[in-house]
Nanobody, 113 residues
Framework: EVQLVESGGGLVQPGGSLRLSCSAS????????MVWVRQAPGNGPQWVSR???????SYPDFLKGRFAVSKDNNQNTMYLQMTDLKPEDTALYYC???????RGQGTQVTVSS
């Protein structure tokens, strides 16, 4: 069974940091392009990072360098390091294959004082 499981979310104050993890079973990050996506209540999904099977990385311009994606193919785990968090970063964050056919349940990130 293919499964993606996210962890690492929580409540953090503005300006704080969090590192999210996405662990895979039945799927190898070395064979898939992967994306981190977030969705806030009332909003559509918004991609926040992409890391390809060859290691190429991209981000949307609006993040301005605050997020960093990485992966460990041996551990089959992908990470999203988030810094200088803002209230507008509050959302459910989930990892997914780039074609969006396989995704995890997500982990909630809440940025509030």
């Amino acid at each position: 069974e293919v499964q993606l499981v996210e962890s690492g979310g929580g409540l953090v104050q503005p300006g704080g940091s969090l590192r999210l993890s996405c662990s895979a079973s039945g799927l190898s990050f070395g064979a898939y392009d992967m994306v981190w996506v977030r969705q806030a209540p009332g909003n559509g999904p918004q991609w926040v990072s992409r890391i390809n099977r060859n290691g190429a990385i991209s981000y949307p311009d609006f993040l301005k360098g605050r997020f960093a994606v990485s992966k460990d193919n041996n551990q089959n785990t992908m990470y999203l390091q988030m810094t200088d968090l803002k209230p507008e970063d509050t959302a459910l964050y989930y990892c997914t294959t780039a074609d969006r056919t396989i995704r995890g349940q997500g982990t909630q990130v809440t940025v509030s004082s």
